[in-house]
């Protein structure tokens, strides 16, 4: 079935290293693709999305990139606080006749003060 | 605060109860979802509402069943669970099912003994 890959499953770096955080999906067709955050005790939440006509999105230390002919897309985080540490999960839209979301597996982001 | 709240927090039941997990969503949105979070698992998407009508049902076992009574509230009624079921219950919302950012809310911590 259509799936979401997502890598590494653990990342850990120094407090103001970059950070990059890399997906993979399966279906061609998927035209949307966001990024959630989730903090302990928390529900994720969006941090960014990109959607397919465009390559490049960038809010402030934040950047998704998308590469639709390999289909992979990349989270980036520049300048890395503390408080960057979460779990942060990519999803992919899945335009099926429900048009449901598939999330990766999620990855583990220490930020090492 | 997203706007999605979620009650109980945290639950705990036998094998033999019947208990209800409720979702409340304050931004008028259209589409609501259940998700179910395991340890080291992707999010699984369980059910989806769209304009209180059921649109997805993600071979969910019958001992879940979903009530959406309106666009606003969302309910798990939970009957005969098994201790695998234990896991974190996440509703979302998204003002259309059409690749729109879902909002999601804290969650519900189930523990089934």
């Known amino acids: 079935g259509e799936n979401v890959e997502q890598h590494p499953s653990t990342l850990s770096v120094q407090e103001g290293d970059s950070a990059v955080i890399k997906c993979t999906y399966s279906?061609?067709?998927?035209?949307?693709f966001p990024w959630y955050k989730q903090e302990l005790g928390k529900g994720p939440q969006l941090i960014i999305d990109?959607?397919?006509?465009?390559g490049e999105k960038k809010d402030q230390r934040i950047a998704v990139t998308l590469n639709k002919t390999a289909k992979h897309f990349s989270l980036h985080i520049t300048e890395t606080q503390p408080e960057d540490s979460a779990v942060y999960f990519c999803?992919?839209?899945?335009?099926?006749?429900?048009?449901?979301?598939?999330f990766g597996p999620g990855t583990s982001l220490s930020v090492i003060p | 605060e997203t706007g999605v709240t979620q009650t109980p927090r945290h639950l705990v039941m036998g094998m033999t109860n019947k208990k209800s997990l409720k979702c409340e969503q304050h931004?008028?949105?259209?589409?609501m979802y259940w998700y179910k979070q395991s340890a080291k698992k992707p999010l699984e998407l369980m059910f989806v509402?769209?304009?209180?009508?059921?649109?997805e049902n993600n071979s969910v076992p019958s001992r879940f069943s979903p009530e959406c009574p309106n666009s606003s509230h969302l309910f798990l009624h939970l009957h005969t669970l098994q201790p695998e079921d234990s896991a974190l219950y996440l509703c979302?919302?998204?003002?259309?099912?059409?690749?729109?950012?879902?909002?999601f809310g804290p969650g519900t911590r189930l523990t089934v003994l």
């Open positions: 990109i959607r397919s006509n465009v």
């Open positions: 509402y769209n304009f209180k009508e059921q649109t």
């Open positions: 979302a919302s998204s003002q259309a099912i059409a690749g729109d950012t879902q909002y």
């Open positions: 279906d061609s067709a998927s035209n949307y």
């Open positions: 931004l008028g949105h259209n589409a």
């Open positions: 999803a992919s839209y899945m335009k099926t006749s429900y048009d449901k979301v598939i």
